[in-house]
T-cell receptor, first 111, second 111 residues
Framework: DGGITQSPKYLFRKEGQNVTLSCEQN?????MYWYRQDPGQGLRLIYY???????QKGDIAEGYSVSREKKESFPLTVTSAQKNPTAFYLC??????????FGPGTRLLVL | EDQVTQSPEALRLQEGESSSLNCSYT??????LFWYRQDPGKGPEFLFT???AGEEKEKERLKATLTKKESFLHITAPKPEDSATYLC????????????FGTGTRLKVLA
């Protein structure tokens, strides 16, 4: 089955710790995205990548980093510089500028 | 500035009571408008893409329409399983693949 997988489903971060969220897709999509969702707010774009080895900052990139070494994978690192990381993180992919499809999400909580 | 506004924020319907959700947008050249359904704790599920004013699409009890300023998601004879948050997003002819999301409408259908 083609789709997008995100892991883990829940992630706990301690103060000063960097954590990495995984996103993998087998849809052969060239573009991938990371969004953050907070209660009562729309999805906010963190980073996106239109091709391998290239990515652009979204609207709220501070405190986050990404890499795109393979077409299938777009991991997101939440660094210690992100002071309010508690949120639901969503990964998406698309074929070019066509419809985006989303993964199941990762909920990040701070201990 | 490109913007998407959804209304109402929340809607409670009796089973079988038809209604409409609104998505108003301002964007510098609309490339596409997208509707998603999101269940609690899950990633958004794609419903429809609309590209030009006058376009309509249907799926079971849902029908999406588009004008130059807004889109409606009509729900006919809803059932409790239609309860979810419905998200609207637009994409501009900006040369990037970025979406702009609204904050969603939380729909509750009572049996």
């Amino acid at each position: 089955d083609g789709g997008i997988t995100q892991s883990p489903k829940y992630l706990f971060r301690k103060e000063g710790q960097n954590v990495t969220l995984s996103c993998e897709q087998n849809l052969n999509h060239d573009a991938m995205y990371w969004y953050r969702q907070d209660p009562g707010q729309g999805l906010r774009l963190i980073y996106y990548s239109q091709i391998v080895n290239d990515f652009q900052k979204g609207d709220i990139a501070e405190g986050y980093s990404v890499s795109r070494e393979k077409k299938e994978s777009f991991p997101l690192t939440v660094t210690s510089a992100q002071k309010n990381p508690t949120a639901f993180y969503l990964c998406a992919s698309s074929m070019g500028s066509e419809t985006q499809y989303f993964g199941p999400g990762t909920r990040l909580l701070v201990l | 500035e490109d913007q998407v506004t959804q209304s109402p924020e929340a809607l409670r319907l009796q089973e079988g009571e038809s209604s409409s959700l609104n998505c108003s947008y301002t964007v510098s050249g609309l490339r596409g408008l997208f509707w998603y359904r999101q269940d609690p704790g899950k990633g958004p599920e794609f419903l429809f893409t609309l590209y030009s004013a006058g376009e309509e699409k249907e799926k079971e009890r849902l029908k999406a329409t588009l004008t130059k300023k807004e889109s409606f998601l009509h729900i006919t004879a809803p059932k409790p399983e239609d309860s979810a948050t419905y998200l609207c997003a637009v994409q501009a002819h900006s040369g990037t693949y970025k979406y702009i999301f609204g904050t969603g409408t939380r729909l509750k259908v009572l049996a």
